[in-house]
């Protein structure tokens, strides 16, 4: 595949993809196909697959001019795994029921690839032609590489369709399936690997959940009142179950999936949670959080911690702005609800929507609010999704820790 003159910069770079606009010949390669990119000269860039039904019409594997073969992946899973390994001795997750993305698509430089591990079993997620024709040899490799004995396939989203491919989920490896897997994190969670969102959980939060645990923890033990957190787009309860304390911490868990709610309740159970113990300190509210947010605001609710942790709200650049005006709703309506000395957490997992847009779009809403608030953290997704200085789409998640006056 030849690159046109003065196009080949960002590929030399390391950026992993190639739009139709940089190419001048394209191979008689189908798609899905693995092809050599060269300068107009003929000189070598990379090697990588081809798809032109994608408008990213090729994504590169390799810098070098190498075969990608069985040894190709198993060196690409090791690579990917030997980071895991130092951040599960680091986070002392390293236990059979561990739970973390041991590979990060293009920010592993494994374009198109996603494989999630929740204890036995390997979740993976193929987004483009090319890795979707490889599933048996990726799960081979897989194998060879972590002993993975299960492995599910949870290739339904969105992006396969701008592929022209149809959502494929199944059982590649193993088995039999199970209801739900057991993970641990600072809480421990159950995960439905087959109809969950994304493989089955929020693996990307687990830092920033932390982080709000230690902060709930140090309000408990400054004070005996009763502390109470807002979480919004709560899913499982991730938040709220890292939080802990459900004798000193009331909790409003608001989410608008149902199954998702269920399953935060088994989680609250499953981590010692009595309601009759506890005196009914855990509330779970299938709402639209807009709505709810505002029902909130009117009624002068006040909380300690307040999470917004909202769905992508812009698929694409041009629907930054629309996105923009939803995540200024919401923080208006959160800036209201927090106490005076309390924090509000504020995320956006838009790659459209920059930390600098973010942050100015939060700004908006302070100002709206009439409140006061310092930035005392800058969130990111852990490092299990480590971002590619070369891709920075890859940096899609975004957050602010603010407390708030
Ligand atoms: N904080 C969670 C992850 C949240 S993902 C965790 O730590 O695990 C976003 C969640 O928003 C999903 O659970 C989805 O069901 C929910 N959601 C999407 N649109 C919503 C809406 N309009 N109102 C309420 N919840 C919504």
Redesign the pocket.
Known sequence: MWIKRGREKPIRNRHPWIYSGAISQAEKAADGDLVRVVDHKGRFLARGYWNSQSQIQARILSWRDEAIDEAWWRRALSRAASLRAIRCVENGVDSENAAYRLLNAENDFVPGLIIDRYADWYVLQALTRYIDNQKPAIAAALADVTGARNIYERSDVEARKREGLQPAVGLLKGGPLPDVVEIDEEARFLVDIQRG?KTG??LD?RDN?RLLGELVRRRCEESRDQARLL?????????ALAAGNFDRLHSVN????RP?LELAERNFQLNGYDESAHGETVEFIQ????D?LRYCARERELFDFV?L???KLAQRKSQAQRAARGYKDLNLSAFKLVKAGGYLMSFS?SGAVSRKLFRKIVFGALADSGRGAQVIGQLSAASDHPVALSFPEGDYLKGLLLRVF
């Open positions: 969102q959980f929020y939060q959940r979480n919004v787009f709560s899913y499982s309860g991730g938040f608001v989410d608008a999936s998702a709402a639209d959080a807009f709810y999470v942790d909202p769905p997992c």
